[in-house]
């Protein structure tokens, strides 16, 4: 299984972006995708996650301003980021639970860089 993350970019303080993120490759199902995000010699933390049948959780920091969503059909993951802050700048990772012919697989994708400038 791989993924493909795209969308990042540059933006100022209250803009949008919406990231995006496909999975390939042998894949039976998807339960879980996810967004996280990880800043230079910090942890790598959980901005939103969506299971198949569409129950969400997000970070505190995010409600009400980010949205997950999937298209199962694309095997795709958005989020979408309005009313972005300086201190949403961060590289983000999309994550997924796959099941695949050799069994569970916990796969991540290549960070995509978001920066926001204030």
């Known amino acids: 299984v791989q993924l493909q993350a795209s969308g990042g970019g540059l933006v100022q303080a209250g803009g949008s972006l919406r990231l995006s993120c496909a999975a390939s490759?042998?894949?039976?199902?998807?339960?879980?995708m996810a967004w996280y995000r990880q800043a230079p010699g910090k942890q790598r933390d959980l901005v939103a996650s969506i299971t198949k049948v569409g129950n969400t959780n997000y970070a505190d920091s995010v409600k009400g301003r980010f949205t997950i969503s999937r298209d199962d059909a694309k095997n795709t993951v958005y989020l979408q980021m309005n009313s972005l802050k300086p201190e949403d700048t961060d590289a983000y990772y999309c994550?997924?639970?796959?099941?695949?012919?050799?069994?569970?697989?916990?796969?991540w994708g290549q960070g995509t860089q978001v920066t926001v400038s204030s």
């Open positions: 994550n997924v639970l796959a099941a695949t012919p050799r069994g569970v697989a916990n796969v």
């Open positions: 490759g042998s894949i039976f199902s998807i339960p879980v």
